[in-house]
């Protein structure tokens, strides 16, 4: 294997299991954080589609760049990265197992084009289209952009004439879908550690997240010290699963741990926040005029829709759009959303925690000079955590001794240290104003509605009289 740096956080391009006659066949593109990518003709095939190009128009962290002005990277080089680390480690359990694990070019094929195309159904601003518009134009609607990557995967066969075997398809379909609601119970899989690679459903460590992390952390400009290349090395499959040392324990915390400071730090940043909250506020204002929601019934049509939407409706001259194109115009003008306050939901409210309303703080206003309405105010609901709510993801994971061992066993928490923490899941409601004038009164109804859910104000602290008084 080749050298790895720290410092880069990237692998050497030496760091690769394709064999050095495939390579005369592949295309070799250089990626910013794992140096040499080398793609075969088969997924030249995929990616050399407007569907898949498409996804150079989404960013992948959303709106982000906002306020990390570095994190311009899109789901594109994101699912290339997710391809090569699929492939690595794909060959890597082939280099130590394959006789013993039966893993063939088959089973090879298929997770690296689960890698490749497990984002090709993605929607626009990250995960705010499916998760906070949709909802809001199409109530009860049961719909995930892993539906549509599947969904997307056929298209793009038929539309471009891929010659390849409906099986291959049929189990890069179950790899995307593993990790989601929709995925095959275990019992009916075949070799179900290849499941684990790329969107892994049983714990939570895959391929996925670990570009996702290195990729997000350097665009950011934030320290990682999570070394993926660790596990990759160490892994082992014991019992149809793929199992890591127990001296690697804490590195597979630092995994999740790291995961859930991107989401409070930048994921779920109070300005980020804003920002998605006039977005989609924007959205929703346009999608009668814009039939923006009717793109996703089918892939044809879904396709043409990516975060341009937004220059769309900005340029636009059509009064239908004025209202979105005003919102637009003050987030280019960092006219924002006002942030009032936040609190965190005390531990033991966590399990019945419903989500807290516009309407919930209007009610709760007493007193003052001007009355609020629902549309003065936007509230943000954000869980944050270690991928397995509010139990310890570690609880999932099985560990061997050593490679002499064929025995595997999960460990328990408090046998390895007691600073690791003791909740894994946090609940954050965070109100702004829609109008910078209002900020005083809509912190006082969210103080008194604190006090009447929990009998204490849960903030860390009142909001400053400066931002009160801002007009």
Known sequence: MGAFSNEELTFSSNFNFTSPQDLRFSKQIHDNVHGNIYIDPLYLKFIDTEQFQRLRELKQLGVAHVVYPGAVHSRFEHSLGVYWLANE????????????????????????????????????????????????????????????????????????????????????????????????????????????????????????KFDYIVRDTRACALGCNFQFHRLMETMRVLGDEICYRAKDYLT????????????????????????????????????????????????????KIDDTILKTIETAP?????????????????????????????????????????????CSQKSSSERLSEEDVAVS??????????????????FFKDYE???????????????????????????????????????DAFENFQLKTYGIKAQVHATPVKKKRRI
């Open 89 to 208: 480690a794909v060959h890597k359990l082939k280099t130590h197992q394959g006789m013993e694990l039966g893993i063939d070019h088959f089973d090879i094929q298929t997770v690296k084009l689960a890698g490749l195309l497990h984002d090709i159904g993605h929607g626009p601003f990250s995960h705010l289209f499916e998760r906070e518009f949709l909802p809001q134009v199409r109530t009860g609607l049961d719909w995930s952009h892993e539906q549509m990557s599947v969904d997307m995967i056929d298209h793009i066969v038929d539309e471009h004439h891929i010659d390849i075997g409906s099986g291959t398809i049929k189990k890069v379909k179950e790899m995307i879908l593993a990790s989601s609601k929709l995925a095959l119970t275990k019992s009916s899989r075949e070799k179900q550690f290849l499941y684990d690679i790329v969107a892994n459903g049983r714990n939570g460590i895959d391929v996925d």
């Open 318 to 362: 059509d009064p239908e759009l004025k209202e979105s194109r005003d919102l637009i115009l003050r987030v280019r003008r960092r006219d924002l959303y006002q942030f009032c306050n936040e609190y965190v939901v005390p531990r033991d409210k966590i399990e019945y925690f419903k989500d807290v309303t516009a309407q919930d703080i209007v």
């Open 405 to 443: 061992s064929d025995e595997k066993f999960s460990i328990p928490e408090d046998r390895i240290s007691h600073l690791l923490p003791s909740s894994y899941q946090d609940m954050i409601v965070r109100v702004y104003s829609k109008k910078p004038h209002l900020v005083e009164p809509i912190s």
């Open 252 to 303: 597979i915390h630092k995994l999740f741990a790291t995961r859930a400071d991107l989401h409070r730090t930048v994921y779920t940043h109070a300005k980020v926040k804003a920002i998605e909250l006039m977005v989609v506020d924007a959205l929703v204002k346009a999608n009668d005029y814009l039939q923006i929601a009717s793109h996703i019934e089918h892939p044809s049509q879904y396709w």
């Open 381 to 398: 609901n954000v869980m944050i955590d270690l991928t397995q709510g509010r139990h310890n993801p570690l609880e999932s994971i099985h």
